[in-house]
């Protein structure tokens, strides 16, 4: 058995399609690994900015990348140690983390890191080019997305959720920037490969969004693929 024998899920989508939380479950239903590949990218900008890096600074922010003190244990993020599970999630890192993640330097630096997770019994891997460069034989792709305007609402729900005031125009117009950025970069952009599922939620809640992933797993074992 080699590494390349443990299966993979592979969900790549656009920014607050849900895809995060539809991959986790998933991976709980399965007792599979997970991979939350944006974390890294918003690892990097978090460090980058708070020790006052240009986030045009190529060499030094994969130079980061390389360096990266972090430990994922369940929904825990430590970086050196401490919790920034929610510090990433900031509307500034979020930016700065699509920023970042344009550079080739950067993506190069995290390839092995992300191919690390691939462990018995299997992994759910989510990001934006899981299926396309990171584990290009994964078992399953999915294409997950939903209306940018479903998705600024979906995120102006969870915001208000956790008491943060936001406003849904500039939600909307924040992902939609975020949208084209990691759609047209040069390396590695969003967008759905000839090989994967498409998985439109803009009508489906998580849990229909997780039966139908688990629907499309269970088909291609039958097939004994
Ligand atoms: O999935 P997310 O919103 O946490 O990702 C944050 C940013 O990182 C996103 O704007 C694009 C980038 N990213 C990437 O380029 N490739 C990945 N595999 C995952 C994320």
């Known amino acids: 058995m080699t590494m390349n024998d443990v299966p993979i899920i592979a969900i790549d989508g656009p920014s607050a399609s849900g895809k995060g939380t539809v991959a986790q479950r998933v991976a709980e239903r399965l007792g599979f690994h997970y991979l939350d ?3 890294l990218y ?4 978090l460090t980058a900015m708070r020790s006052g890096v ?3 600074d190529e060499a030094t922010l994969a130079d980061i990348a390389r360096h990266l003190d972090v430990v994922f244990s369940g929904v825990k993020i430590q970086l050196k140690g401490e919790d920034v599970a929610d510090a990433i999630r900031a509307e ?3 930016n700065g983390a699509s920023r970042i993640a344009a550079y080739p330097e950067v993506r190069k630096a995290l390839l092995q890191r992300q191919r690390a997770f ?3 019994p299997g992994l759910v891997a989510d990001g934006r080019d899981m299926g396309s460069v990171v584990f290009p034989d994964a078992i399953l792709k999915i294409f997950l997305t939903a209306s940018a305007e479903t998705r600024a609402q979906r995120r102006y ?3 208000m959720g956790k008491g943060i005031d936001a406003n849904i125009a500039t939600l909307l117009q924040d992902i939609q920037e975020r949208d084209a950025r990691d759609s047209n970069r040069s390396v590695a952009p969003l967008q759905q490969g000839a090989d994967a599922s498409l998985l439109d939620t803009t009508l489906l809640n998580i849990a229909q969004a997780v039966d139908e992933v688990l629907g499309l797993y269970a088909e291609i ?3 004994g693929v």
Do not use: I, N, P
Request: proline share 0%.
């Open 221 to 223: 074992c039958a097939k």
């Open 42 to 45: 918003r690892l990097v900008a």
């Open 118 to 120: 691939r462990q018995l």
């Open 92 to 94: 500034a890192c979020s």
């Open 54 to 56: 240009d986030l045009t």
């Open 37 to 39: 590949s944006g974390a």
């Open 157 to 159: 729900k969870q915001l």
